[in-house]
């Protein structure tokens, strides 16, 4: 398999970094996690945006343009034959001497992208996945795709000890995000979830996910929700890249929703596949 390394496609077993790169020391950089299906990348333009973004948010900038980058991408899958799965990309600020400060002079950053075969997780979208709560106790920027994830690194390895799929974080009474998702909730047909503020990554699936809302009349609404209010929802579901619209079940040992999944989780699926296919 081959990866892309600093602007050339290599293969992946060459693709090596010094222990002084500042991703490795400090997770000193940014990352996106992209899909692919039937061999296409889906939503490519808004995870670029996003990496974008990122990137600017803590003064790296990248070295290549969004068009560049979708090149590289598109020949990356080929040379993979990717059929179904996922582009991990990264870039970090580069390597320099350890020091907390950004480095002054030359320092390029490094650019890594790489893909993995990952089909849809079909069996999860039928039956839906069971979750934990946990108090949300990372930054307050997580608005920004960071390599830093040790807060949600921590709050999925609770959820996986659990033998749950994902656990759902929030700050006090407000609930936030998943480790490695966004959450949302259905009450009397109305669909709740946390406006994309520093406090949440915004999804790119969520957008995907609130556009179907409101092209199709379903009632929806970005704002904080609270504990209670997730415990008293008729649905609850939650989304990412590699999960889509995944129902949710079980929350700390309490049933959801009859333990089936909920309406409008289901016609979000079923909008979700459309915009797939
Ligand atoms: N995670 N919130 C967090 C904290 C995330 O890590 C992710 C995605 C999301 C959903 O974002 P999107 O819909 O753009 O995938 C929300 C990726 C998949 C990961 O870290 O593997």
Redesign the pocket.
């Known amino acids: 398999k081959f990866a892309i390394f600093n602007g050339e496609i290599i293969e992946r077993s060459e693709a090596k970094v010094d222990v002084e790169d500042r991703g490795y020391q400090f997770g000193d950089g940014v990352y996106e996690?992209i899909r692919v299906y039937n061999g296409k990348m889906f939503t490519l333009k808004e995870?670029l945006d996003r990496f974008v973004r990122s990137s600017d948010s803590i003064g790296i900038t990248l070295p290549y343009t969004s068009e560049h980058l979708t090149e590289m991408l598109g020949e990356l899958i080929i040379k993979n034959k990717l059929h179904v799965g996922i582009i991990y990309m990264q870039i970090t600020r580069g390597i320099a001497p350890r020091n907390h400060a950004f480095p002054t002079g030359n320092v390029v950053p490094n650019l890594v992208a790489y893909t993995k075969e990952l089909t849809r997780p079909l069996e999860s979208l039928k039956t839906g996945v069971k979750t934990i709560l946990t108090e949300d106790i990372r930054w307050l920027r997580?608005d920004i795709?960071s390599l830093n994830l040790l807060g949600?690194i921590l709050a999925k390895q609770k959820a996986s000890e659990a033998g749950c799929f994902e656990a759902i974080q929030h700050r006090g009474n407000e609930v936030t995000?998943?480790?490695?998702?966004?959450i949302y909730i259905v009450k009397n047909g109305v669909l709740i979830t946390h406006e994309s503020n520093h406090f949440?990554?915004k999804?790119?699936?969520?957008d995907v996910i609130l556009q179907a809302c409101s092209q199709n009349g379903i009632p929806h609404e970005e704002r904080t929700f609270s504990l209670e209010e997730l415990e008293q929802a008729d649905e609850v579901f939650l989304?990412?890249?590699?999960t889509e619209v995944m129902p949710i079940v079980e929350m700390d040992g309490n049933q959801v929703s009859g333990g089936a999944i909920g309406p409008i989780t289901k016609k979000l699926q079923e909008l979700f596949n459309q915009e797939i296919e």
């Not at 999804?203 to 969520?206: F, H, P």
């Open positions: 996690v995870h997580c795709k949600n995000e998943g480790s490695s998702s966004n949440i990554l999804g790119i699936s969520k989304s990412s890249t590699t």
